[in-house]
C-alpha cells in the first residue's frame, strides 16, 4: 500500500485494525481506487494469510450464472452440468472471498448470501445436503447501495451484516499528495516489466500528472505510467510521453469565504475568476464550493462571464518540443 497523504494513512491504519478480526468489510469508493489490492492486504495481513483468496466481480458474472458461480452446482442440476462443480465460496474455504461490485447480486441471490453470513452454510445448486465453510467475506461497491435499497434492488438485511466493517476509500483527486509517490510506485514496476531503466519523472511529467483530474483514479494512473515507459526513449519520463492526459489548472487556494452576499464576496469572486480564467471547476475547487454553489454566488452578485455561464473545463495538453 503506497501513500503519503492523511486519508490514505487513515485507510492503512484501518486495514492494520480490520487484519485482526474475521468480521465482514465493505469497502466503499469509486472505480479505480484499488478496493481489490485493499482487500488482499486485509487477507494478507491476517490469520487467513496462507489461506486463499478469491475474487469475483458480481457485474462480470451474467445473472443466470451467478448461484452456480459462487456456490457451485452438483452433477445434473441443470443441462450441461455433466458433473460437480464447486463454487467460489468453497474454494475460498479457510480464506477470504472479495465480492467486487456486490450492488450488482442479483436481488433473487442476496438472500442466500446473507443466509450463508449467518449460519456459515451454502447448498450447491442442484444439492440437498449444507455443507459448512470457514470463508470471510469482504465486498467492495462503487455505488450508494442506501439508493439501491430504496430502489429495491439491494436487501437491507444484507447490506447491515456485510457492512460490519467500514473502508471509504478516497479518489486519489481528493489526495493529490499520493499521485507522486504512487507514480514513481508503478514506474519502478514498469520498468522491471519491460526491462527499462527508468529514473523517474522530469519537473514537466510530474506536473503534468498532478494536473490531471484523474477520473479513474488509481488504474489510470498505473495505465499512463505504464503507456509512458513503452513508448518514451531515455531514462526519465517526459511530459511528451504522457500519451492524450489532459491537464488541468491546478487550483489557487482562497481563504475562508467573506459574508454571503456582501462587497468582499463580490471581490472575492472577481479575483479568482480572473486568476483561473473565469473556468468554472477550477473556480469552484479554488473557493472549495460546489460548481451549483457557485452558480448560485454569481447570479446573487449579477457577475456574467465573458463566456457565459455553461463553459466547459479548459483543457490543456503538455507540448511537444519540436527540434
Not at 63 to 91: C, D, M, W
Not at 122 to 138: A, S
Not at 200 to 218: C, E, I, K, T, Y
Request: aromatic share 4%; with cysteine.
Amino acid at each position: 500500500m503506497v501513500g503519503a497523504s492523511a486519508a490514505m494513512r487513515q485507510v492503512i491504519a484501518l486495514v492494520r485494525r480490520f487484519e485482526q478480526t474475521d468480521e465482514p468489510v465493505l469497502i466503499t469508493g469509486e472505480s479505480g481506487t484499488g478496493k481489490e489490492l485493499l482487500a488482499r492486504a486485509i487477507h494478507d495481513g491476517s490469520r487467513r494469510a496462507s489461506g486463499p483468496f478469491v475474487a469475483v466481480n458480481c457485474a462480470a458474472i451474467p445473472p443466470g450464472l451467478v448461484a452456480s458461480e459462487l456456490f457451485g452446482y452438483e452433477k445434473g442440476a441443470f443441462t450441461g452440468a455433466a458433473s460437480r462443480n464447486l463454487g467460489q465460496i468453497e474454494h475460498a474455504n479457510g480464506g477470504t472471498l472479495f465480492l467486487d461490485e456486490i450492488g450488482d447480486m442479483p436481488i433473487d441471490l442476496q438472500g442466500h448470501l446473507l443466509r450463508f453470513l449467518q449460519e456459515g452454510q451454502i447448498r450447491r445448486v442442484g444439492g440437498r445436503d449444507t455443507i459448512g465453510l470457514d470463508v470471510r467475506i469482504v465486498s467492495a461497491t462503487n455505488v450508494r447501495l442506501g439508493q439501491a435499497i430504496t430502489e429495491g434492488r439491494f436487501r437491507e438485511d444484507l447490506f447491515y451484516r456485510l457492512n460490519v466493517l467500514t473502508l471509504p476509500v478516497p479518489p486519489l483527486r481528493e489526495r493529490p499528495e499520493d499521485i507522486e509517490p504512487l507514480a514513481l510506485h508503478f514506474v519502478q514496476i514498469a520498468g522491471r516489466d519491460f526491462n527499462r531503466q527508468i529514473e523517474g519523472f522530469s519537473d514537466q511529467a510530474m506536473a503534468a500528472l498532478r494536473g490531471h483530474r484523474w477520473p479513474g483514479n488509481v488504474r489510470e494512473l498505473m495505465s499512463v505510467v505504464r503507456r509512458a515507459v513503452v513508448v518514451g526513449d531515455g531514462p526519465v519520463v517526459q511530459a511528451a510521453d504522457l500519451m492524450g492526459l489532459e491537464v488541468f489548472p491546478v487550483p489557487v487556494s482562497a481563504p475562508a469565504l467573506p459574508r454571503p452576499g456582501s462587497p468582499e464576496e463580490r471581490t472575492t469572486l472577481l479575483a479568482t475568476l480572473e486568476r483561473t480564467g473565469e473556468n468554472i471547476t477550477s473556480t469552484a475547487d479554488a473557493l472549495n464550493v460546489s460548481r451549483v454553489t457557485l452558480y448560485r454566488m454569481l447570479r446573487r452578485h449579477g457577475i456574467v462571464l465573458k463566456r457565459g455561464l455553461a463553459q466547459t473545463p479548459i483543457v490543456r495538453r503538455p507540448q511537444h518540443v519540436h527540434g
